[in-house]
């Protein structure tokens, strides 16, 4: 399948990531009022982003067949590299004041597993925006198996 450009997902894409910014940094006060509302609900462009890879993921893998293999290392060469390097970079920043520690905090980093334990410190406060990688991480993992239940040529029973 060769690659096609699907402009109003771009348009879409650009709405939701303003609008993440919007939540992060906040808007000028001399915005228009209409604009007073994105920071409050600008984090609904994160949700959107997911559904959003779904959507490009099935519309790739719709009518060719998934090596499991291949769409593994796709998948990790897509989002690996930058997590990886905002990882050792973190590594660096929390050691310089706080000095290094070895603990489950840094584990469920190292594995992009901080999204699954049940409280903000140890999901956001070594590496923040990290969060959003462990769960797309999780959700690549199921892709293959959503493809296959709800896909119309395979045969479940």
């Known amino acids: 399948m060769g690659y096609v450009e699907i402009r109003s997902i771009t348009g879409l894409r650009a709405i939701a990531a303003l609008g993440v910014y919007c939540t992060h940094f906040g808007i000028p006060s001399w915005s228009p009022s209409w604009l007073k509302n994105i920071p409050l609900n600008g984090g609904f462009g994160v949700p959107f982003f997911f559904v959003l ?39 660096a920043y929390m050691s310089i004041p706080n000095g290094f520690e070895f ?40 892709f293959p198996i959503l493809l296959r239940i709800t896909s119309s040529t395979s045969r479940l029973f």
């Open 53 to 91: 890879s779904g959507f490009v993921l099935t519309l790739a893998y719709e009518n060719r067949q998934m090596l499991p293999k291949k769409y593994a290392l796709d998948r990790f060469a897509r989002i690996g590299p930058s997590y990886y390097l905002a990882f050792v970079l973190a590594i």
């Open 103 to 142: 603990n489950y905090v840094f584990v469920g980093h190292l594995f992009a597993l901080q999204s699954w334990f049940p409280t903000m410190d140890s999901g956001v406060s070594f590496n923040g925006p990290a969060w959003t990688i462990s769960v797309e991480m999780f959700l690549y993992a199921m």
